[in-house]
């Protein structure tokens, strides 16, 4: 039944060493967005994507990057991770019927930089 | 900026009493709020919403009050179960982009 589905659930990556984490979705919503979490913390909208259209924060490190080859797949590129980047990665999807509906949340990938 | 807050960051609560975590936001051309519950490791979970143009809804065990005058928002939930331990999150919704408030802990005491 999931339907926000991301992987891999737990990730650890190496100073410096580029890492890639993947969404993808059933629900067939054009929206996509990628939100940080850290400890304790409310989750922080990083950028999303409506249809093929990219919308970046403003507060966005350019360390962050992010693609979307299609409607059901979309990943989360850190090129150079650092220590401060450890954190919780939730992807989430929304449809667009004229007004935003069905806000719907991955269980997250964890993202652990030695 | 847009900005949604929380009053009280820990609710300790007995099982079976009723637990009401409040929320505030500063825009007022805000139009959709939920209210997610997050369980320790897992992402966060659709508990209700509720469109600017509503002021109550109501679900299965939670009701979502909005006073747009105010810019407050709360979540009731009636009959606290242990399940219902988790940090709780409210959210505004405005266009197509989603802010989180800072989240409040709720305890269940048996």
């Known amino acids: 039944d999931a339907m926000v589905i991301q992987n891999p659930r737990y990730q650890v990556t190496q100073f410096g060493k580029p890492v890639t984490l993947s969404c993808s979705q059933t629900?067939?919503?054009?929206?996509m967005y990628w939100y940080q979490q850290k400890s304790s913390q409310a989750p922080k909208l990083l950028f999303h994507?409506?249809?093929?259209?990219?919308?970046n924060e403003a507060d966005t490190p350019d360390n962050f990057q992010s693609r979307r080859p299609n409607t059901s797949f979309c990943f989360l590129d850190i090129r150079s991770p650092g220590l401060g980047d450890a954190a919780m990665y939730l992807c989430?999807?929304?449809?667009?019927?004229?007004?935003?509906?069905?806000?719907?949340f991955g269980s997250g990938t964890r993202l652990t930089v030695v | 900026g847009e900005s949604v807050g929380l009053h009280l960051p820990t609710l300790s609560v007995q099982e079976g009493d009723n637990s009401i975590i409040n929320c505030a936001y500063s825009?007022?051309?805000?139009?959709?709020f939920i209210w997610y519950k997050q369980e320790s490791g897992k992402g966060p979970q659709f508990i209700i919403d509720?469109?600017?143009?509503?002021d109550k809804r109501q679900g299965q065990r939670v009701t979502v009050l909005l006073n747009k005058t105010v810019k407050h928002l709360s979540l009731q939930i009636a009959a606290t179960q242990p399940g219902d331990s988790a940090v709780y999150f409210c959210?505004?919704?405005?266009?197509?982009?989603?802010?989180f408030g800072g989240g409040t802990r709720v305890l269940v005491k048996p």
């Open positions: 989430a999807t929304s449809g667009d019927r004229g007004r935003f509906y069905g806000y719907t």
């Open positions: 629900l067939n919503h054009n929206v």
């Open positions: 994507y409506y249809d093929k259209d990219f919308n």
């Open positions: 825009n007022s051309a805000s139009d959709y």
């Open positions: 509720i469109r600017s143009n509503m």
């Open positions: 959210a505004h919704g405005a266009g197509n982009k989603l802010t």
